[in-house]
């Protein structure tokens, strides 16, 4: 199969946010670097119980390019797109990052806040993520994330300002999803202009894990959208209070530019240095407000 650019009503060429240098790494099957840095405030809900969180971190992860080409490979209906995976049962995803670098100490700040984000030591690298107290975060509140430098990402700093207030107003109805039908989401709120929505089915057996996920980004001044039939009918059936995992998750954010995947961005808003020469390829420190709720999908 071969794809063709098109270009744009009025212009004469097709462009790219992603830099002639990463484009050829990528051509060349070379590593790219993602930065995946947020600060915000989720809310999930599984039957009966819901849990709010706030916090901040992120990770500097590092993908072969097949890896990080992965979740941009699968179909696109309308703004979604879907990434289908099986794996072996407590095996890699084949789009997860082979390596998360080290940032040295990061440090955030703010309205009432100033303290540096624990690290935690994985497999394949160092996780950034602090949770906050309730009530910490301040909607509309501008806040920094700064970063020492370590021994494979050098010093940044990045400013985020998160949304003022968030809410789905039909939440509750999206607990049931009928892969048949199209899905309207509705929401309201204030400063943020882009709406990100994730529809997840995972069978998980003793062997396989299969995942798909759709994921859709959207601009947030409708107050709505569609996902449509034709992207949810790759989900899985996914029965309520099975070990299978179905969810759907809402979120408000600032757009960062470039193209949003389930496991990914193409943003370029934060690429600070890489100690071993270039810089990363990717990144950004988000702002959001979320909403995720358990779902049964049939």
């Known amino acids: 199969m071969v794809t063709i650019s098109i270009a744009a009503a009025g212009q004469t060429s097709c462009s790219s946010l992603i830099s002639p240098a990463t484009l050829a790494t990528l051509d060349s099957g070379g590593n790219i670097v993602m930065a995946g840095l947020a600060i915000g405030e989720s809310t999930y809900t599984s039957g009966s119980t819901t849990i709010v969180g706030e916090g901040v971190g992120g990770v500097f992860n590092q993908y072969t390019a097949a890896e990080f080409l992965l979740p941009y490979s699968g179909p696109k209906i309308g703004s979604c797109t879907v990434l289908q995976e099986t794996y072996p049962a407590g095996g890699k995803e084949p789009s997860a990052p082979n390596a998360q670098l080290d940032a040295g100490t990061l440090k955030i700040s703010g309205p009432g806040l100033s303290q540096n984000v624990a690290v ?3 497999v394949t690298g160092p996780a950034y993520s602090s949770s906050l107290a309730a009530g910490t975060l301040q909607g509309g509140a501008t806040y920094t994330l700064t970063g020492t430098g370590g021994t ?3 010093p940044f700093s990045a400013t985020a300002t998160l949304p003022t207030n968030f809410a789905v107003t039909n939440l509750s109805s999206l607990t049931t999803i009928n892969r048949a039908q199209p899905l309207t989401i509705n929401w ?3 400063g943020f202009d882009e709406i990100s929505i994730g529809v997840q089915g995972a069978i998980l057996t003793a062997t ?3 995942s798909v996920v759709v994921s859709c980004a959207v601009p947030a ?4 959208y569609t996902i449509p039939a034709a992207a949810l009918a790759y989900l899985p059936a996914v029965a309520a209070g099975s070990q299978n995992v179905g969810q759907l998750s809402v979120s408000a954010l600032h757009n960062e530019g470039g193209i949003a995947s389930a496991e990914s961005s193409t943003s370029t808003s934060l690429t600070p240095s890489l100690v071993g020469g270039g810089q990363v390829n990717f990144g ?3 702002p959001y407000i979320s909403f995720t709720v358990s779902a049964t999908i049939f």
Do not use: I, L, Y
Not at 221 to 224: E, H, I, V, Y
């Open 120 to 122: 935690f030591a994985g």
């Open 284 to 286: 950004s420190f988000s």
């Open 188 to 190: 309201t709120g204030t």
């Open 221 to 224: 001044s409708p107050g709505t």
């Open 208 to 210: 396989t894990t299969q």
């Open 152 to 154: 494979q990402v050098g």
